[in-house]
Every structure is written in C-alpha cells, then in structure tokens.
C-alpha cells in the first residue's frame, strides 16, 4: 500500500474512553505531523516528529499523546477528551525538507 | 506568529468561469504550496513553488510565487464541476520547515 493511510476513518467516543489514531506511510518518509482541522479554522499543527524524535509540541494538552515508535508510524492516545476535540484529525508526512502528503484523516466526534 | 491571509472565503461560480484566489503573509516564506480538500479526505497537493517570482501550471490550474515572497495565487481556467473543493494554499519556511495552512476557499461550481 502507498501514501498516507489513516485508521480509523471515524470514531466517537465517550469523554471517559481511551482511544487511539494511527498513521502509517510508505513513501520513504522521515518526518511526520499530526494537524487537527474544526470548522471555520485553518489547520492547526499539534506534533511534529523528526527522524523519530518529537521536534514540536504546540501546546497541545495533555489528553492528546502522540507516539512515534519509527519512521513509518505514528499514533495519537487519546484520554478524557472534551467535546470541543470533535474534529477531523490529519497525519501528513513528509521528507525533512519536502512537500506534505496528507492522509485522508479521522473524523473524531466525543459525545 | 505566522499568518496567511487568504480569500476569498467562498465562491460560487458557473461552469466555465475562471477562478482567482490569494494567499498573503506577515512573513516570508520559502515554499508556497497549493491544496485542494475534497469532503471526507485529506488535503491533495496541486502545485509547489519554490522560488520567489515562480510560475507554475498543472493542467488548467497556474499559480505564482510572488517576488516579496509573502504572497501567492492560484488561479483555475474554464471551471468544471469536479474542480468543487476547498483550497488551501501553505506556507513553508523557518528552522523547523512548519507548514502554515490558510483558513481555505471554499469552491462551488454550477453547472
């Protein structure tokens, strides 16, 4: 398989439940990101890892912890989270210095 | 921080009509790239520019690299009704190659 493939395409939970997202990518990339997108926002960039190590954390809370256990995967824990963390969450990767392929992302409603 | 400023919001336009949309930043990027989100999916990579005063086309699709290199545009010719989206251009530059989304243009064509 090629790209970006994120699983699962959807997911509703509850704000007590543990869930996580995961990203693989087979393009021979060495950095990857997770983005989250809400409505009527531009894309917001939660983590970036490089070479495997995270190089980014834009204030993301704490009920949101990634893990990038190699180059081609990448995972986002979820833990207690909100209502207002319902969004369309986007793994992307890349070359260090090269264009995002994104995946198709995981549309995430808490209830 | 970054910003981009893009418009229009939103366009509504008849089949075969030409498209214009910007993008405008507070700071200087090296690379603007160009995206195209269809429902349910990831962002899709149209065009990248790399160098300042850059013209670049894809099939009916051109886009600009403006000389500040604070700007770009992207322009459609003679609309279909698949070119239907959101767009959003992306700005790359910085010690960490942070790509900066702008808040998209959402493109509806009437056929």
């Known amino acids: 398989e090629t790209g970006v493939t994120q699983t699962p395409r959807h997911l509703v939970m509850g704000m007590t439940n543990k869930k996580s997202l995961k990203c693989e990518q087979h393009?021979?990339?060495?950095?990857m990101y997770w983005y989250k997108q809400s409505a009527k926002k531009p894309l917001e960039l939660m983590f970036v890892?490089?070479?495997?190590?995270?190089?980014e954390n834009n204030s993301v809370p704490s009920r949101f912890s990634p893990e990038c256990p190699n180059s081609s995967h990448l995972f986002l824990h979820l833990h207690t989270l909100q209502p207002e963390d319902s969004a369309l969450y986007l793994c992307?990767?890349?070359?260090?210095?090269?264009?995002?392929?994104f995946g198709s992302g995981t549309r995430l409603t808490v209830v | 921080g970054q910003q981009l400023n893009q418009s229009p919001q939103s366009m509504f336009i008849q089949e075969g009509e030409d498209v214009s949309m910007n993008c405008t930043s507070s700071?200087?990027?090296?690379?603007w790239l160009w995206y195209k989100q269809e429902p349910g999916e990831g962002p899709v990579l149209l065009i990248a520019?790399?160098?300042?005063?850059e013209l670049t086309s894809n099939g009916r699709l051109t886009a600009q690299f403006g000389i500040t290199r604070k700007d770009s545009f992207l322009n459609i010719s003679a609309s279909i009704p698949s070119d239907v989206g959101i767009y959003f251009c992306?700005?790359?530059?910085?010690?960490?190659?942070?790509?900066?989304f702008g808040t998209g243009t959402l493109l509806a064509v009437q056929p």
């Open positions: 890892y490089s070479l495997e190590e995270r190089v």
């Open positions: 992307a990767s890349s070359r260090v210095t090269g264009d995002y392929t």
């Open positions: 393009l021979g990339h060495n950095a």
């Open positions: 992306a700005g790359q530059g910085g010690a960490t190659n942070k790509l900066i």
């Open positions: 700071s200087i990027f090296n690379t």
């Open positions: 520019l790399y160098k300042a005063g």
